[in-house]
């Protein structure tokens, strides 16, 4: 498999975790289908996975959220076809990619149903969301919207992930079933088999029993 994470200190990586898998996603894209379907089969298999299916309220992601980000030993961003037009989504995959250079999280790309292009050179409906921000200077300073151009960027460039691109699979199942097969390698290499079989699920978020 080709998971590939950021060099940093070991000791960052070394520190234990709450979550295997943080998800990003645009809940009006995604929540009813793909995205619950990859969730569901993480649960199916044990991984400890958190999912914020609540809409944010305000102009900025709470500290929890960036906290769940933090605690997370990968992140998997869903990008659908209105991904850049949420800010909070934008603002995720910016700490995303955060922890990626500092702590080395792994950072795995998924494109639904979207050009893995259009991400990373902000063209299509990528373009017209930056349109809009850019007609708010004031709410949306160039600086801000520079930054998520760049996480947009590097996210979809992260190489040999264009294979989790929705055009290339036969069908969804396919996609989710290759994304979790490759996700339970990666986990294997954090925690002995053992372990791995005694993870059950609670509630929206998997976790650990004593």
Request: aromatic share 12%.
């Amino acid at each position: 498999m080709a998971l590939v994470a950021a060099s940093s200190s070991s000791s960052a990586q070394s520190l234990p975790k709450k979550y295997d898998v943080f998800i990003s996603f645009r809940g009006e894209d995604t929540r009813s289908n793909f995205t619950s379907h990859l969730y569901d089969a993480f649960c199916r298999k044990h991984i400890i996975t958190y999912i914020d299916y609540q809409l944010p309220k305000g102009d900025d992601i709470s500290q929890s959220l960036l906290q769940a980000i933090e605690d997370s030993y990968i992140s998997v961003v869903v990008f659908s076809e209105n991904y850049a037009s949420s800010r909070w989504c934008l603002d995720e995959l910016t700490h995303i990619l955060h922890c990626k250079s500092v702590q080395r999280q792994i950072v795995v790309p998924v494109f639904y149903k979207v050009e893995p292009t259009h991400v990373r050179n902000q063209t299509g409906n990528y373009m017209q969301a930056f349109e809009k921000y850019e007609r708010d200077r004031l709410k949306f300073p160039e600086h801000k919207i520079q930054m998520w151009k760049q996480a947009l960027h590097e996210a979809a460039g992260l190489a040999g992930y264009e294979r989790y691109d929705s055009h290339t699979f036969s069908d969804e199942s396919e996609m989710v079933r290759k994304i979790v097969k490759d996700i339970l390698q990666e986990l294997n290499y954090k925690y002995p088999p053992a372990e791995l079989n005694g993870l059950v699920v609670v509630g929206i978020v998997v976790k650990l029993t004593s």
